[in-house]
C-alpha cells in the first residue's frame, strides 16, 4: 500500500482512539459484542461441519475438507470453549479432530499402503519403503475426498509444513495430554530427513528453516512414493509459515529448535532497506524476497512478530522483541487502511480482505499483552471492529466461508484474551 503522510496517520489514529469502541484510557472489561461474535462464529462451525466428511467443507470443492482451515478451526472451537467455559464447543472440536486422525494421519506403514490418493488425473495408491515412510511419518495429508472418481476416500498427496505439521500440533496441544499417543509421533517428523526438510538458507550453514510442503507422487512408474520439497514449481521456505511453529516447539519443549527459527527469521529473512520482514526465501533466485502482487507483506511480518514475541517471552533476549515491534510497526504505517462508519472509524490491514487482517490483529493483540503500549490496542480494536462488520449470516461477501470465520474468529479471540490485560492496567 502507498505510504500515508504523517499527518494523515496522526489524525486517524487520534480518530480511532476517540471513536473507537476502546478510548486511550481503557475500560475494565471489553463491550459484550466480541463476545456475541465469537458465540455467533463457533455456532456457525459446529453447524456447519459435513456430516460426511466428519470436517468443514472447502468452499471451492465441497467435497473435499482442508487441513489449513480444518486444524485452524479444531483449535479456534477448542479455545472459544476455554474463553466461554461451554463444553459444546470443545466436543465439537475434537470430533473433527478425530475424523482428520482417523482419515489423514500418516502414522501406519500397512495403513497409508492401502490410501487413495488424487495423482494428478488418476487416483492410485503408493507404496513406501521403511526408509521414505519414516519420512512421513507423523504428519497430516493436505487434505481428503469423501469420494473421488469413484473412489472412496481419497488423499491430497503431500504434507504442508503449516497446514499437515504445525496447525495440527498447535490444535490438539489445546486438549491437555488427550491426544499425546498422536502428538509423540507427529514429534518424530522434525528429526527425520533433515537435510531435505529444513534447509539451510545462507553459504555459511548458519541458519535453515523448514520447507513450505513434503509432497508424494510417483513420477518414475514403479509404484513407490517419491517425495520432494516442492511449491508453485519451486523450492522455498514460507517465513510466516516457519514463524508460526516457534510455539509448537516452545510447547514441546524445543526450545532450541525454536530459537534457531527466530535466527533464521532475523538473520534470512529481515529487509534492511525497507525495515520489515520478506516473506519467502526462494532457493531458486538464492535470496529472500516479498511478492508484491500477492498483497500479504503485512499479514506476514504480523505473524512473524508474534512468533518473535513468543521467544522473546520465553528466553527475555530483548533482541525479539525490538524486531517485533518494529515489524508491527511498520505494518501499522504501510499495511494499515481505514473506513468511517455510523459505529465509528474501522481499520483493515494489507487489503480489504479477512484473510490478513485476522493475522494482523493477532499479531497486535500479542504485542500489547507483551508490551503494554495502548498503541497495538488501538489497532487491534479497530481491526477486529472491521472484521465483526463484515458478519452476516456470518459474512456477506464471503460465501459462508469457513475459511474466513475461523480466521475473524481467532482474531475476536485474541482481542478477547486481552480482556483480563486491559483490567490489569487500570
Known sequence: ???????????????????????????????????????????????????????????????????????????????????????VYRDAARRVADSWIDKAFISSLDEISDWNWALGDTVGKLEWTDEDFAKVQGGFASGFWAEKDGH??????????????????????????????????????????????????????????????????????????????????????????????????????????????????????????????????DFGAGTSLSLEESGDIGCVNASIASGLLTVYEATGDRKYLDYATAALDWVIEHETAFEITPCGIRAYFTKPAVYGTHQVVAG??????????????????????????????PFAGFGNNPWSVVEVLQAVEAVLSLDEVIGAQE
Not at 516447539?249 to 534470512?268: C, P, R, S, Y
Open 1 to 87: 500500500m502507498r505510504r500515508k503522510p504523517l499527518f494523515v496517520m496522526v489524525v486517524v489514529t487520534l480518530l480511532v482512539m476517540l471513536t473507537g469502541p476502546l478510548a486511550l484510557s481503557a475500560p475494565a472489561s471489553l463491550p459484550d459484542k466480541y463476545m456475541n461474535a465469537a458465540r455467533i462464529m463457533g455456532d456457525w462451525l459446529i453447524e456447519n461441519i459435513d456430516p460426511v466428511l466428519g470436517s468443514w467443507a472447502s468452499p471451492w470443492e465441497p467435497g473435499r475438507t482442508d487441513a489449513t482451515s480444518s486444524f485452524h478451526g479444531i483449535r479456534q472451537v477448542a479455545i472459544l470453549s476455554d474463553i466461554t467455559g461451554d463444553p
Open 152 to 281: 472412496a476416500w481419497v488423499r491430497s498427496p503431500e504434507t504442508p509444513f503449516c497446514a499437515g505439521i504445525v496447525k495440527p500440533l498447535l490444535a490438539l496441544l489445546e486438549f491437555g495430554d488427550e491426544y499425546d499417543d498422536v502428538i509423540k509421533i507427529m514429534s518424530g517428523w522434525f528429526n527425520t530427513d533433515r537435510v531435505n526438510k529444513r534447509r539451510y538458507s545462507d553459504d555459511e550453514l548458519s541458519f535453515s528453516a523448514y520447507m513450505t510442503s513434503q509432497s508424494y507422487s510417483d513420477d518414475d512408474g514403479d509404484g513407490f512414493a517419491d517425495i520432494d520439497y516442492i511449491l508453485w514449481g519451486t523450492r522455498r521456505q514460507s517465513a510466516g509459515m516457519n514463524s508460526r511453529s516457534i510455539s509448537a516447539f516452545l510447547a514441546l519443549g524445543m526450545k532450541d529448535e525454536a530459537i534457531q527459527t527466530a535466527e533464521w527469521l532475523i538473520n534470512v529473512m529481515w529487509d534492511e532497506e525497507e525495515g520489515r520482514f520478506d516473506a519467502i526465501y
Open 364 to 393: 497486535l493483540a500479542h504485542a500489547y499483552e507483551v508490551t503494554g503500549r495502548t498503541n497495538y490496542l488501538v489497532y487491534a480494536i479497530a481491526g477486529a471492529d472491521w472484521l465483526i462488520d463484515q458478519m452476516e449470516d
